[in-house]
């Protein structure tokens, strides 16, 4: 009786992931400790998986999706009571979004229990943007513009070739500098890697209601950004920004 309980989630095995740290850049990595916790009876666990996840925006609302997934796949059993310590260390992916605004990223933990209602924890992150990224933003504020929201969209038609479902974009206002009055709003999005940052850039101009009504006042480029120094990144952008100001 005890595992046709457990089965549907009474008196299951539980699971608690205790992160190094909750604070972390994206291509960095975090050590993990997994307790799992024996229920009321006998149950054998087929993996245990760690997946990065966030929140995206849709036609429909919003959507979970995964960011990376890692799968510990020795399987084994947990007695009754019994308490156990895993260990993980888990790859924080290039395209996780940083968390500013409203977005969250997470690390979901999943007992892979057979026949039975998986055991699950969520432990939050702190994802601060890496140096290249952290440039860009100072480089816009030196330009004048003021940071006004984060989301991540999905991208099912893969206009911006990260390999990944959804992408991050950064909303900017120009409050003042040499765009204000000139250009309502910039528009990035990252592609990171390992040694180079992909930043494409959305101008929205200040245009006449039918310019307006055509989305003819919005231009879209890229830009790549080596350097962690603000002033090289906003000569940069400003050089990219003015050509469709």
């Known amino acids: 009786m005890k595992k046709v309980l457990a089965s549907i989630g009474i008196g299951n095995a539980t ?11 994206p291509g960095q990595s975090v050590d993990a400790e997994i307790h799992i916790e ?4 006998e149950q054998s666990v087929d993996a245990v998986e760690l997946d ?3 929140q995206c925006a849709t036609d429909d609302g919003y959507t979970e999706v995964s960011v990376g997934r890692l ?9 009754p009571g019994e308490s156990d310590v895993r260990t993980a260390t888990i790859d924080i ?8 605004g409203r977005v969250q990223v997470w690390v979901e933990t ?5 026949m039975a209602v998986d055991p699950d924890d969520r432990d939050h992150l702190e994802v601060d943007p890496t140096p290249r990224m952290q440039a860009v933003f100072d480089a816009m504020d030196d330009l004048g513009f003021s940071f006004r929201a984060a989301e991540c969209q999905v991208d099912r038609a893969g206009r911006y070739a990260s390999g990944q479902s959804f992408v991050q974009e950064f909303e900017f206002h120009a409050a003042g500098g040499p765009f204000g009055g000139r250009v309502d709003e910039v528009e990035l ?3 990171p890697a390992a040694d180079a940052l992909t930043v494409f850039v959305e ?5 006449g209601l039918l310019t307006e009504l055509a989305d003819a006042d919005e231009r879209t480029t890229s830009v790549s950004v080596d350097s962690t120094d603000a002033a090289v990144v906003r000569d940069q952008l400003r050089t990219t920004i003015e050509r469709f100001a």
């Open 52 to 54: 990065v996840e966030t």
């Open 38 to 41: 024996g229920g009321s009876a």
């Open 15 to 25: 699971v608690d992931t205790v992160l190094a740290s909750s604070t972390v850049q």
């Open 203 to 207: 101008v929205d101009r200040r245009a």
């Open 71 to 79: 799968r510990l796949s020795d399987d084994f059993t947990v007695e």
């Open 189 to 191: 999005v990252f592609l």
């Open 93 to 100: 992916p290039y395209a996780t979004p940083v968390t500013l």
């Open 110 to 114: 999943e007992l892979d229990i057979a």
